[in-house]
């Protein structure tokens, strides 16, 4: 298995993975968001990367950038994530997302956001916790699925307060 960034030649097969993850009432926005962060440019940083298996990309995430109005904080979301479900459950998912997390301290995050299933991702140590402190673009249809990791001993502030993500994210249906 090998993590690399993903580039322009990419692009089919990434949406391809995203379309058989993802069942029929999320597919379209799913593909729709994965494409506009691969083909949109933005002032907001985002890393993508796959998951290639003997030559062929079998998993697929991004982090982007989030930005705060108030603090300077170093912070990336994480969305979306798939994984071709031939390669569900052979820990592709958990490389990918542990690959992305650690680059991602090792240049100094001090947040990852994720919108997703708490009891999947507090396997990487993120938290629900708090997690009120920091207030989605958006009202969230499940509340219980905004979840951070803190890095780098970052501190948390003291008030809520309110995050910008990359325009790909500015959609109310994805919260």
């Given at each position: 298995m090998?993590?690399?960034?993903s580039n322009?030649?990419d692009?089919q097969?990434?949406?391809?993975?995203?379309h058989s993850a993802f069942?029929?009432?999320e597919r379209?926005?799913i593909?729709e968001l994965?494409?506009n962060?691969?083909?949109?440019p933005?002032?907001?940083?985002?890393?993508?990367f796959?998951?290639?298996?003997?030559?062929?990309?079998v998993?697929?995430?991004?982090f982007?950038?989030?930005k705060?109005?108030e603090?300077?904080?170093?912070?990336f979301i994480?969305a979306?994530?798939?994984v071709?479900p031939?390669?569900?459950?052979?820990?592709?998912?958990k490389?990918?997302v542990?690959?992305?997390l650690?680059?991602?301290?090792?240049?100094?995050?001090?947040?990852?956001?994720?919108?997703?299933?708490?009891v999947?991702?507090?396997?990487?140590?993120?938290?629900?916790?708090?997690?009120?402190?920091?207030?989605?673009?958006y009202?969230?249809?499940?509340?219980h699925?905004?979840q951070?990791?803190q890095f780098?001993n970052?501190?948390?502030p003291?008030d809520?307060i309110q995050?910008?993500?990359a325009?790909p994210?500015?959609k109310p249906e994805l919260?």
């Amino acid at each position: 298995m090998k993590i690399r960034l993903s580039n322009t030649n990419d692009q089919q097969v990434i949406c391809a993975v995203h379309h058989s993850a993802f069942g029929e009432e999320e597919r379209k926005s799913i593909v729709e968001l994965t494409m506009n962060f691969l083909s949109q440019p933005s002032d907001y940083f985002t890393l993508s990367f796959v998951v290639e298996k003997e030559g062929v990309v079998v998993g697929h995430t991004i982090f982007s950038e989030i930005k705060f109005k108030e603090h300077n904080m170093k912070a990336f979301i994480l969305a979306p994530l798939a994984v071709l479900p031939s390669n569900q459950n052979m820990s592709v998912g958990k490389s990918l997302v542990k690959h992305g997390l650690n680059y991602l301290a090792s240049q100094g995050a001090e947040l990852i956001f994720v919108y997703g299933d708490p009891v999947y991702y507090s396997k990487f140590g993120f938290q629900t916790e708090q997690s009120g402190l920091f207030i989605p673009p958006y009202k969230l249809q499940y509340p219980h699925g905004w979840q951070y990791l803190q890095f780098n001993n970052s501190s948390l502030p003291i008030d809520p307060i309110q995050l910008s993500c990359a325009p790909p994210l500015r959609k109310p249906e994805l919260w």
